[in-house]
T-cell receptor, first 111, second 113 residues
Framework: SAVISQKPSRDICQRGTSLTIQCQVD?????MFWYRQQPGQSLTLIAT?????????ESGFVIDKFPISRPNLTFSTLTVSNMSPEDSSIYLC????????FGPGTRLLVL | QKEVEQNSGPLSVPEGAIASLNCTYS??????FFWYRQYSGKSPELIMF????GDKEDGRFTAQLNKASQYVSLLIRDSQPSDSATYLC?????????????FGSGTQLTVLP
């Protein structure tokens, strides 16, 4: 399976600021996704990161709040914009071939 | 609507017992089913996937799929304290891409020494 890394692993941010999370994969993958896991909750799909085109967002998530880039087949970024305490979550990128694997996650706390 | 339901738990079993985790899903056309294990503070780790009706065994783990009943389960034999974690059921739905996963809320399992 692919090895996935995320940066930063955790961060504490102030309300109203933005944070960009990076996801790096050690091999080229077609499908990359971004998920959110709020405290004590399961995983919710934010969007599919499409290489060379705009991301596909799930219901309840919009590009202005969660802009995503996918410049190539090994890298993607998720930005959490204009943060509020409700954005405190773990953000996970994942890649899929036959099955789906998750990165280690970014733990975000918004004060 | 995409829905994946899991028995709420928490579930406690003694060491050496069989742990049974259950999951139902809303769309009869779903094709792919996954079980992930998530330790506290860690990201989900894939345990098993199953695509066809029946049982699929991998070591101490058995996944069971019944598409007619829209039901998938995970059995853990000879449970160990190291199996204590949250188990997440995930399903792909026909309305999404072949790799988009919808997760259940998870079942917290505790194996008591």
């Amino acid at each position: 399976s692919a090895v996935i890394s995320q940066k930063p692993s955790r961060d504490i941010c102030q309300r109203g600021t933005s944070l960009t999370i990076q996801c790096q994969v050690d091999s080229q993958v077609t499908m990359m996704f971004w998920y959110r896991q709020q405290p004590g909750q399961s995983l919710t799909l934010i969007a599919t990161a499409n290489q060379g085109s705009e991301a596909t967002y799930e219901s309840g998530f919009v590009i202005d709040k969660f802009p995503i880039s996918r410049p190539n087949l090994t890298f993607s970024t998720l930005t959490v914009s204009n943060m509020s305490p409700e954005d405190s979550s773990i953000y996970l990128c994942s890649v899929a071939d036959e099955t789906q694997y998750f990165g280690p996650g970014t733990r975000l706390l918004v004060l | 609507q995409k829905e994946v339901e899991q028995n709420s738990g928490p579930l406690s079993v003694p060491e050496g017992a069989i742990a049974s985790l259950n999951c139902t899903y809303s769309d009869r056309g779903s094709q792919s089913f996954f079980w992930y294990r998530q330790y506290s503070g860690k990201s989900p780790e894939l345990i098993m996937f199953i695509y066809s009706n029946g049982d699929k065994e991998d070591g101490r783990f058995t996944a069971q799929l019944n598409k007619a009943s829209q039901y998938v389960s995970l059995l853990i034999r000879d449970s160990q304290p190291s199996d204590s974690a949250t188990y997440l059921c995930a399903v792909t739905f026909p309305s999404g891409s072949a790799r988009q996963l919808t997760f259940g809320s998870g079942t917290q399992l505790t194996v008591l020494p």
